[in-house]
């Protein structure tokens, strides 16, 4: 049995002849099993040549055939080293078929009988892929009809070369012998064979369950656990291209986080952004969406894309008011270990885009590219904290499930229309969401707060000291008189007027909502961004403040 391992192992090395590191499993086994097959019809081959060379009573004709078609023999294992793979199997099916007919005529048909039984079917098994099944089956078919053509044909036919049967014999068993000392030991290097390759194939699946759980760990904060397992599963999904999709695209934003971070510690604006995404991410794969990008504090989330989304506009809605109510967990964070609350404004857009892997074969993200995701960002700087607005195409595609509570139109940069674009209270249906109330109702001041402020955009933009007074407040909105007559969603940076110089050294932010009065003076500006100092000075007023009105901030 020790000499029997050790012609396995010879066998093992003599298989793994052109095995490298890169060729796959099944291919390295195929090309084992060949290099092992090739080698037993040679060693058939040398030792029947050397048993009738040696022999006085043999004739020499044998042994020369025995030549021949060892020279087939190397013929075919080495156009199968240079890939040649047909010119190999024409050249072993010529290797069987040819020497079969030599020994029928020379010897008799007896030796075409072993030689079928133990060379041909064993060719056809062991030069063939295993995936090649229809090939490999004609191959063997082949080799039937080939052997009862040459029993019809020449059976009967007295042999050119006369052989004693006693030599004949004794051929037959010297061919056995060797025939089963071979089969033994490719037995013993088969399951060596097998063993290693399904070692191999082991490490093989656990190296690609290590990748793909370390992709979910990279990714799956970023994409649903749908979306991960579609592009694990289908990995050409991951290849450099793009398709014209339509999507949903949803932007959301920190209001004012530019001038908080400004006063903050580098180390609490980033623990304040991770406990922020920590909780949006969370909500937005809850909604099976795609987040495209983080930048800085802003997400763009794309819904209909990798994967089809027949409900992406409802799904967008729902993920972007569950968001916003979100929200609520997160100021309540800030608020324990003692951060600023923050207000985040959305955007939704349904619209026609380019999506797909765009980059370089090194580097490449999967990313959206069309004007409808300029657009999105658009929509969404129109918006104040707790708002979710929407464009047309958004409110059409998602029907009369919506709840609009505001809705006006807009001219963005680059636009040559107006956009007409809706302000979205709650979604009706499967999703069943609406906005949480978070501002109290506004109180009349006992005495209005005297600002100066400063217009960030429109016709009277950089002009600086203008003058106005705040007559109604709220946590998030105040009712201010200004000076002159200004466009709603106008940006305004404000401070306190008769305060000390550290308070009115403040600047404080806020959009125009809504504009009143008979002269249109009257301005309802909700704050973006409001320093905890400011906002303790506007607290003292509202605690001192007349009975709330019934009116509500949006």
Same mark, same amino acid.
């Given at each position: 049995?020790?000499?029997l ?6 066998f ?41 060379v040696t ?6 004709i ?7 078609t ?39 048909k ?27 089956t004609?191959m ?30 004794r ?31 082991n ?8 990748m ?10 970023y994409? %649903?656990t749908?979306? /991960? *397992? &579609?592009? =694990? #599963?289908?990995? $050409?999904?991951l ?7 339509? +999507? ?12 908080l ?39 763009l ?27 609520a ?18 955007g939704?857009?349904e ?11 090194k580097?490449?993200k999967?990313?959206?590219?069309? %004007?409808?995701?300029? /657009? *999105? &960002?658009? =929509? #969404?700087?129109? $918006? ?9 195409? +958004? ?17 963005p940069?680059?636009?040559?229309t ?8 709650g ?29 960030l ?19 998030k ?68 403040a007349a ?8």
């Open positions: 049995m020790a000499i391992k050790m012609l396995g192992k010879g093992w090395a003599i298989g793994n002849i052109g095995v490298t590191p890169d060729i796959r499993p099944e291919e390295a086994k195929h090309i084992q099993y060949f290099n092992i097959g090739v080698f037993m019809m040679m060693v058939i081959n040398l030792f029947y040549f050397f048993q009738t022999d006085e009573r043999t004739p020499m044998i042994p020369i055939a025995q030549i021949s060892s020279v087939l023999c190397l013929l075919v294992y080495t156009f199968h080293t240079l890939g040649r793979f047909t010119t190999a199997r024409i050249y072993g099916f010529l290797l069987f078929f040819a020497n079969a007919l030599i020994l029928n005529t020379l010897s008799g007896e030796l075409v009988d072993h030689y079928f039984v133990f060379i041909a079917i064993g060719y056809a098994f062991l030069v063939f892929p295993r995936k090649e099944k229809r090939l490999m004609t063997i078919i082949s080799a039937f009809i080939c052997y009862l053509a040459i029993f019809f044909l020449y059976g009967h036919v007295e042999p050119a070369v006369q052989i004693e049967p006693s030599v004949l014999n051929q037959n068993q010297f061919l056995l012998y060797i025939v089963f000392i071979l089969f033994i030991i490719f037995m013993i290097s088969a399951r060596s064979f097998t063993d290693r390759t399904e070692d191999s194939l490490q093989e699946r656990d190296k690609l369950a290590e793909a759980a370390l992709l979910k760990k990279m990714f799956g904060r994409l %649903s749908e979306v /991960m *397992t &579609s592009l =694990i #599963e289908n990995p $050409s999904a290849e450099l291209g793009g398709e014209k999709r339509r +999507v949903t695209i949803m932007m959301s934003d920190l209001r004012g986080f530019t001038a971070s400004e006063r903050l510690a580098p180390e609490q604006v980033v623990q304040m952004l991770n406990a922020y995404f920590e909780v949006m991410v969370e909500v937005v794969l809850k909604f099976q969406g795609t987040i495209n990008e983080i930048i800085g504090d802003a997400l989330v794309i819904f209909g894309a990798p994967q089809e989304m027949p409900d992406r506009t409802h799904r967008a809605i729902a993920c972007a008011i569950a968001m916003q109510n979100a929200m967990e997160v100021n309540a964070q800030n608020r324990s270990q003692g951060l600023p609350e923050l207000d985040m404004g959305i939704l857009n619209t026609e885009v380019i999506v797909g892997n765009i980059g370089s074969s580097r490449s999967y990313t959206v590219v069309g %004007s409808g995701v300029n /657009m *999105t &960002s658009r =929509i #969404e700087s129109y $918006s104040v904290g707790g708002q979710v607005l929407i464009s047309e195409s +958004v409110r059409q595609e998602a029907g009369e499930v919506l709840r609009i509570d505001a809705q006006r139109e807009v001219l940069k680059g636009a040559e107006p956009l007409k674009i809706y302000e979205v209270g979604i009706a249906g499967q999703y069943n969401l609406a906005l949480e109330e978070k501002d109290p109702g506004l109180v009349t001041l006992a005495r209005q707060i005297p600002l100066r402020y400063t217009v955009e429109g016709k009277d933009v950089g002009k600086k000291g203008l003058q106005a007074s705040v007559v109604r407040l709220s946590k909105c105040a009712e201010i008189i200004l000076d002159r007559q200004l466009e709603i969603l106008t940006n305004l940076k404000m401070n306190l007027g008769d305060v000390d110089e550290n308070l009115s050294a403040r600047d404080f932010y806020g959009k125009i909502i809504e504009r009143s009065g008979e002269n249109g003076e009257s301005h309802m500006v909700h704050f973006t961004s409001v320093p905890s100092e400011v906002d303790a000075y506007f607290q003292s007023h509202r605690q001192h009975k709330p009105t019934t009116r509500e901030s949006s």
